[in-house]
């Protein structure tokens, strides 16, 4: 082989040494495993107790508690108290989280911190107690109290995300004219996202817990079934609407898992 030719091949092997590799294409943020198998999981337990209850001997009580539609109703009410309630949980807490983190509003943040402790710190049971007496029985009561039970997981994630921001990145976002409201919207909050994304999720298991008080206030929702198991002594009643509450958590554990890897900043991610 010639000299040139040599040379010309020498050429073509540096080139393809120093050739960066080819982009990967982007790994999938849900595996397969993360959407089928809690789910299959649940519908084989409902489907358990579906056919179990086939075959139980009810006695008329039962029966009366659990026949007319009184199972879907609980249910439905149980959902609408978590979701209700939930909404206005986010549009509390994350604002007022914000506004604890700016310069001017620093030196409350205790104080709210302190009362969203306090809201927390009281039981369940007394809280809607005190609510019935001051509000009356009903759906308001019992939504005010599973507001404020469930306030403080969102907004210390909220104050905690937003304060362990990076100040340089901060700065060079000023830096670069970016205005007050533009570096909040686009680089603290984003990189605040996945812990208050886990006080989310953490809110949500709380409220279909604590949803399920709201008997006692004449709120409904799957706590009937459960006391009304619990005064009657009626175990299948107390079973159905204890596995349903169950299930009902997990399921939405599960959604706010899905949303949290499916809203969580592309550039946050570790590969592992």
Do not use: C
């Amino acid at each position: 082989m010639t000299t040139p030719e040599l040379d010309e091949r020498e050429d073509q092997e540096e080139a393809g040494a120093t050739r960066p590799p080819a982009p990967e294409s982007p790994k999938a943020r849900i595996s397969w495993q993360k959407l089928t198998i809690l789910p299959a999981v649940l519908v084989a337990v409902l489907l358990a107790t579906w056919l179990w209850f086939r075959q139980a001997d009810l006695d008329s009580i039962s029966e009366n508690a659990l026949s007319g539609g009184q199972v879907s109703k609980a249910l439905w009410q149980h959902i609408q108290l978590t979701v209700i309630s939930t909404f206005f949980v986010l549009i509390i807490a994350i604002p007022l989280g914000i506004l604890l983190t700016r310069r001017a509003f620093r030196k409350a943040t205790p104080v709210a911190m302190a009362f969203a402790n306090m809201g927390q710190a009281t039981p369940a049971l007394g809280l809607l107690a005190l609510l019935v007496i001051w509000l009356g029985t009903g759906t308001r009561a019992a939504l005010i109290g599973i507001i404020i039970y469930a306030i403080l997981p969102v907004l210390s994630n909220t104050i905690a995300g937003l304060r362990a921001n990076d100040p340089t990145l901060l700065e060079a976002a000023r830096g670069i004219g970016m205005s007050p409201l533009g570096v909040l919207g686009r680089v603290e909050l984003p990189l605040a996202v996945p812990l208050i994304l886990a006080g989310v999720r953490t809110a949500l298991v709380l409220n279909v817990g604590t949803a399920t008080l709201a008997t006692f206030g004449g709120g409904g929702g799957l706590g009937v079934l459960i006391t009304t198991g619990i005064t009657n002594q009626r175990m299948p009643v107390l079973m159905l609407g204890s596995i349903l509450t169950v299930v009902l958590a997990l399921l939405v554990d599960w959604l706010a898992s899905l949303a949290e890897l499916l809203l969580r900043p592309r550039g946050l991610e570790v590969d592992v």
